[in-house]
C-alpha cells in the first residue's frame, strides 16, 4: 500500500459490489480529501451488478415518490421511507445522468442504461472511481474488524490497517455462518433467509400447462394475509411470475418457517366476489348460452387454462352454456376464483435472487447508516436487513444507503 497522508481522513469500505462503491463516491463528495480504500474479497468487483438484470442491469424503478418507493421493501419499509427523502430512485436517474449514463424506463417502470448494457454502469463506477483515486484491493477479504479507542483496525491477507471509518457493504449472506465475523463485533443478525423464488407444486396437473401466463389473477397464502396479484406463469415445477415472487419476498420470513410447505388460494379471474362473475356472465349470456362452453369462455382466460379448470371441476367442454346444471356452474365459479394448489419446496429465481436477512435495522442510525453501538462503524446495502422486490428496488436500496452511509454523519 502506498504511503499515507495521516492528516486526512481514512475510510475503508468492506465489498466491491454495487453499495460499496456508492458508499465511496460519497465519502469523496462530502469528505474532500478522504482517503477511501475499497476492500474486495474476490477477484472481482461489481460482479453481480454485471450478471444483473439478465446483463442489463435493473438500476432503479421509475418511482419517484418516496413513500411510494419504500412499500416495494417487504423488510426496510419504514426506514427506507426516510432514507429515500435523502436520495431516491429521481436522484440515482440524475446521478448517472451527470456521469454520461441515460437511464430508461420500460412500461413497467423498470429502469435500465440505454445501452442495454449492465457493462455501462461497470465502466461508469471504474471511471469514476479512477477521478476520485479511490483504491480498489481484489482478493483482499476482511476477515475481522477489531474496534480501536478511534476508528478500527481491519484484518486482512496477514495485513493489519487502522482506518478512522468502516463503511461496510459485504452483501447478503446466503449463510448463517458467513455473517460470523459481524456476530463478533456484537451486530444481532436477522438470520438469512432466500427472498424471490418460484413454488414447487409437485405432481399437480397444472404444470402440463407449462409457459402458459395468466396475466392478472391473485395468489394468496392460506392461513395468512399474504396475497399479490399480477401475472402467474406456470412452469415445469408448479408456479412462478411476477405475483409469485412478489409474495415470496413479502412471506420469505413466513415460508421458511413453514418450510416451503402451504398451500395457495388462486384467484384465476382476480374478480372480488361470485357475485361479480354472475354479472359477467349475465352480460354474456345472450352471446354464449347456445354454444359449448369450451368454445365460449366469457372470462378471457387463456384457452388451455380454461379446458385445464374445466376438466378439474369435471364439467365436459362439448356441453352447451344452457345445460350447465347450478351446481356445477358454482362449482366453476368456485374454483375459478378460489384455486387451491399445495405447494412442497421453492426454486430461486436466478434472474434476480436476494438474500432477506441480514444486521438489524434496530440497531442502525437509518439516518446515518452509523451503527448505534459502534460509531464510525457504517453498512450500506444488502448486509443489511433490508430488501424488496424484483424491479430495480435493490439496488435502488444499495444506492441510498451507500449515498447516506458515505456522508459519514
Ligand atoms: C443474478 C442477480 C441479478 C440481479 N439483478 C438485479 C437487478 O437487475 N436489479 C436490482 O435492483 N437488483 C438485482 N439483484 C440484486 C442486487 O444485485 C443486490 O441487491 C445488490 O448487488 C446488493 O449490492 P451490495 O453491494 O449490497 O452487495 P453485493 O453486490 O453482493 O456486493 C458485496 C461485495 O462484497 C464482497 N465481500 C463480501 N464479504 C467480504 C469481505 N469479508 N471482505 C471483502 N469483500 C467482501 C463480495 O465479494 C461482493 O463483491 C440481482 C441479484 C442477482 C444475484
Redesign the pocket.
Known amino acids: 500500500m502506498k504511503a499515507q497522508n495521516r492528516s486526512s481522513l481514512r475510510v475503508a469500505i ?9 458508499a465511496a463516491f460519497s465519502v469523496i463528495e462530502h469528505h474532500k480529501g478522504a482517503q477511501v480504500v475499497i ?4 477477484n ?6 454485471k ?4 446483463g ?6 421509475a418511482c419517484f415518490s418516496a413513500s411510494q418507493l419504500s412499500k416495494f421493501y417487504p423488510r426496510g419499509e419504514k426506514e427506507m421511507k426516510k432514507a429515500f427523502s435523502v436520495f431516491q430512485a429521481k436522484d440515482t436517474v440524475e446521478w448517472f445522468e451527470k456521469r454520461g449514463v441515460s437511464l430508461k424506463a420500460e412500461s413497467d417502470n ?1 429502469m ?1 442504461p440505454i445501452t442495454d448494457d ?1 457493462q455501462t454502469i461497470i465502466d461508469c463506477f471504474l471511471e469514476e472511481a479512477k477521478l476520485k483515486n479511490i483504491q480498489l484491493l481484489k482478493l ?4 475481522k474488524i477489531t474496534p480501536e479507542k478511534t476508528g478500527y483496525t481491519l484484518h ?1 491477507n496477514e495485513t493489519r490497517e487502522h482506518f478512522d471509518k468502516v463503511i461496510i ?5 446466503p449463510k448463517e455462518s ?1 455473517t460470523y ?1 459481524l456476530r463478533q463485533l456484537g451486530l444481532s443478525i436477522s438470520p438469512p433467509v432466500p427472498s424471490l423464488f418460484t413454488f414447487n407444486i409437485p405432481g399437480d396437473q397444472v404444470k402440463t400447462l407449462m409457459g402458459l401466463v395468466v396475466e392478472n389473477a391473485t395468489v394468496r397464502i392460506q392461513g395468512t394475509k399474504l396475497k399479490y396479484s399480477g401475472p402467474v406463469l406456470i412452469t415445469h415445477w408448479g408456479m412462478s411470475g411476477p405475483a409469485v415472487l412478489k409474495l415470496s419476498a413479502w412471506g420469505a420470513k413466513l415460508l421458511a418457517e413453514k418450510k416451503y410447505q402451504f398451500k395457495i388460494q388462486i384467484n384465476w379471474l382476480s374478480i372480488k366476489s361470485e357475485e361479480e362473475a354472475h354479472d359477467i356472465l349475465k352480460k354474456a349470456d345472450a352471446s354464449i348460452r347456445a354454444k359449448k362452453i369450451m368454445n365460449a369462455n366469457p372470462f378471457g382466460l387463456p384457452n388451455r387454462m380454461w379446458a385445464f379448470l374445466l376438466q378439474k371441476v369435471k364439467i365436459n367442454p362439448d356441453m352447451k352454456w344452457f345445460d350447465l346444471s347450478k351446481k356445477s356452474l358454482n362449482q366453476l365459479l368456485n374454483t375459478l376464483l378460489n384455486d387451491i394448489y399445495e405447494v412442497s419446496g421453492k426454486t430461486t429465481f ?5 438474500t432477506c436477512g441480514g444486521v438489524k435495522l434496530s440497531e442502525i442510525d437509518m439516518t446515518s447508516m452509523e451503527s448505534k453501538a459502534l460509531k464510525n462503524l457504517y453498512f ?5 436487513d433490508v ?2 422486490i ?9 444506492w441510498t ?2 449515498y447516506i452511509a458515505g456522508q459519514l454523519k
Open positions: 468492506v465489498g466491491g459490489g454495487a453499495a460499496g462503491f456508492f476492500f474486495e474479497k474476490s472481482k468487483i461489481l460482479a453481480k451488478v450478471i444483473s438484470g439478465g442489463r442491469c435493473n438500476v432503479t424503478n423498470r435500465f449492465s483482499n477479504p476482511i476477515s486482512h457493504a459485504t452483501g447478503g449472506s458467513g465475523w436466478k434472474e434476480e435472487f436476494v450500506a446495502g444488502e448486509v443489511m430488501d424488496g424484483t424491479g430495480g428496488f435493490n439496488f435502488q436500496a444499495a444507503t451507500g
